[in-house]
């Protein structure tokens, strides 16, 4: 144990590698996201993380205020959660999707349960896209990037 070092357990690799194997979308604000949830630590989380990607944020915390943004905001995205007190996710969707003011804003169902059934009852009440959490940033910011057409700005 001569060379042995208690503080050479905590130095990490000094190799540098890159986690992503595409370029990330550069945005400046221009798009706007509503995150309707419950959960304060899961609205925090997706806030945090879509601010820094460069989304502007809106939140609701339930089906009914989540409805209310949609018409008043006209968001670009609505991540919705499924399980809410009140009018559920499901409920929701289905109201936007059938609203003339809002059907065109495509709905994303984020649910902790990736069950197929789930899945398809989400296409059928029209949802756009499919989360399972917990969201992971892989997975959020090229469904976003689908939704909005955002591969296109990268090729110009």
Same mark, same amino acid.
């Given at each position: 144990m001569a060379g042995f070092r208690l503080k050479n357990l905590f130095v990490r690799n000094r190799e540098i590698r890159e986690r992503r194997v595409r370029e990330r979308v550069k945005l400046s604000? +221009?798009?706007? =996201?509503l995150i309707v949830d #419950? /959960? &304060?630590?899961m609205v925090h989380v997706l806030k945090t $993380?879509? +601010?820094q990607g460069g989304y502007s944020i809106l939140t609701a915390m339930n089906g009914e205020q989540g409805i209310d943004m949609t018409r008043q905001h006209k968001p670009d995205v609505v991540l919705m959660d499924v399980i809410m007190p009140g009018m559920n996710g499901f409920q929701a969707? @289905? =109201? %936007?999707? &059938? #609203?003339? %003011?809002t059907s065109y804003i495509p709905v994303v169902i984020i649910s902790a /349960? +990736?069950?197929?059934? +789930?899945?398809?009852?989400c296409? @059928? %009440?029209?949802?756009?896209g499919f989360l399972p &959490?917990? $969201?992971? @940033?892989?997975? %959020?910011f090229p469904c976003l990037e689908e939704l909005l057409d955002l591969n296109t700005l990268t090729k110009v």
């Open positions: 604000g +221009e798009y706007t =996201v #419950d /959960s &304060k630590t $993380i879509l +601010e969707t @289905r =109201v %936007l999707s &059938k #609203d003339p %003011l /349960s +990736e069950q197929p059934t +789930e899945k398809a009852w296409q @059928r %009440l029209g949802a756009k &959490k917990p $969201i992971q @940033r892989g997975q %959020l």
